[in-house]
């Protein structure tokens, strides 16, 4: 199970990081798209948004820092969603199709972020458990002190 996890991680956090990658290649024409869907500054929000995407999409990926990355990954994809996915407002019934698809990928992506936020860290083969940081107390002299009060 710990593979199918891994792989699972990869697979979700390497889609936000190769979005995130995504925003700086593309930087002009993706604000051109904001902008036509009413995105305020989006000439910043583009750079601003890529950085929430690879950072939140490396943390899976790592399993560093996972829910602060869950949580950078919502705060993305919640107001995105709302605001350049509104297939309510579109006459097409292709562009009504093509956004609905998109809103509705993006609504699973957010409970999958919300399940994840559920899993106990330090995560199986995450960086901090492959350097040994998921149990932090203090020796001194041999003796272990993390049972001592704080």
């Known amino acids: 199970m710990r593979a199918l996890f891994v792989l ?3 697979i979700f956090g390497g889609f936000f990081a190769y979005n995130g ?4 290649l593309n930087q002009k024409t ?3 798209y904001a902008g ?6 989006a000439e910043a929000a583009i750079p601003a948004t890529g950085a ?3 950072a939140g999409g490396a943390s899976i990926i790592a399993g560093v820092k996972p829910r602060q990355g869950l949580a950078a990954l919502i705060a993305f994809l919640i107001p995105v969603t709302l ?3 509104r297939f309510w407002d579109e006459q097409d019934p292709n562009q009504r199709l093509n956004e609905l698809t998109h809103f509705s990928k993006n609504l699973a992506l957010v409970g999958a972020a ?6 106990d860290e330090p995560w199986p083969a995450s960086v901090p458990r492959l350097r040994g940081e998921e149990e932090m107390f203090v020796r001194l002299g041999g003796r272990d002190l993390s049972a001592l009060p704080a």
């Open 8 to 10: 699972g991680r990869v």
């Open 21 to 24: 990658v995504n925003h700086f």
């Open 30 to 32: 993706m604000s051109q």
């Open 36 to 41: 036509a869907k009413g995105v305020p500054a």
């Open 52 to 54: 929430m995407l690879l």
């Open 83 to 85: 605001q350049i996915h």
């Open 114 to 119: 919300l399940m994840l936020m559920q899993i």
